[in-house]
């Protein structure tokens, strides 16, 4: 069954803690992405890698970090430079081509205590 | 530059009753337009994508959406609601190919009742 997962589903931390987000896509797709949403707004883009050890900054990068040492992975560490890390993540995964749709996990809710 | 506005951030109708849900873009470039939709803590799910094939494009769970060029929208609709249709949807715009970035508009909160 190919598709897009998440976890936790939900994730609590205190100030002052790093904390990572995992996402795994068996879709084979050769993007994958990083998306914040705060309540009642649209998605605002954090990261994005095209290939393995590769990602480039989206529009909200401060206080969050990435890696993609495999195709299938690409967590996400929210650190404690986060001012404001209370929100929905959601991850995404596309081919790079022509079809560039992208598909979404099913998402984290962060809460900081 | 690509921007993509939802005309309505509520919209709710009865049981039964046709959606209509409105999306106007610009873009400088021959664009592929999305609708996703999002359940309450849930991800985004496509509903349907438009890429410069048929003006008309027939989605998931029976909605459909007509690319209007010289209207620059894309609006979004279905015959008869269902109450399982009650969700947060989302008109997306992007440049074909490769990596472009995804355009999101507001969202339009749909609600259906009894």
């Known amino acids: 069954d190919g598709g897009i997962t998440q976890s936790p589903k939900y994730l609590f931390r205190k100030e002052g803690q790093n904390v990572t987000l995992s996402c795994e896509q068996n879709?084979?797709?050769?993007?994958m992405y990083w998306y914040r949403q705060d309540p009642g707004q649209g998605l605002r883009l954090i990261y994005y890698s095209q290939i393995v050890n590769d990602f480039q900054k989206g529009d909200i990068a401060e206080g969050y970090s990435v890696s993609r040492e495999k195709k299938e992975s690409f967590p996400l560490t929210v650190t404690s430079a986060q001012k404001n890390p209370t929100a929905f993540y959601l991850c995404?995964?596309?081919?790079?081509?022509?079809?560039?749709?992208?598909?979404f996990g099913p998402g984290t809710r962060l809460t900081v205590l | 530059a690509q921007s993509v506005t939802q005309l309505d951030s509520h919209v709710s109708v009865s049981e039964g009753t046709p959606v209509l849900l409105r999306c106007n873009y610009s873009s400088s470039y021959s664009p592929s337009l999305f609708w996703y939709v999002q359940h309450p803590n849930k991800g985004l799910q496509l509903l349907l994508k438009?890429?410069?094939?048929?003006?008309l494009v027939k989605g998931i769970n029976g909605f459909e959406a007509e690319f209007k060029k010289s209207e620059t929208s894309f609006h979004l609709t279905k015959p008869s609601a269902h109450m399982s249709d009650a969700a947060e949807y989302f008109c997306?715009?992007?440049?074909?190919?490769?990596?472009?970035?995804?355009?999101f508009g507001a969202g339009t909160r749909l609600a259906v009742h009894p």
């Open positions: 879709l084979n797709h050769d993007a």
């Open positions: 438009y890429t410069s094939a048929a003006t």
């Open positions: 997306v715009v992007t440049p074909s190919g490769g990596y472009n970035k995804l355009i």
């Open positions: 995404a995964s596309s081919r790079w081509d022509s079809d560039n749709t992208q598909y």
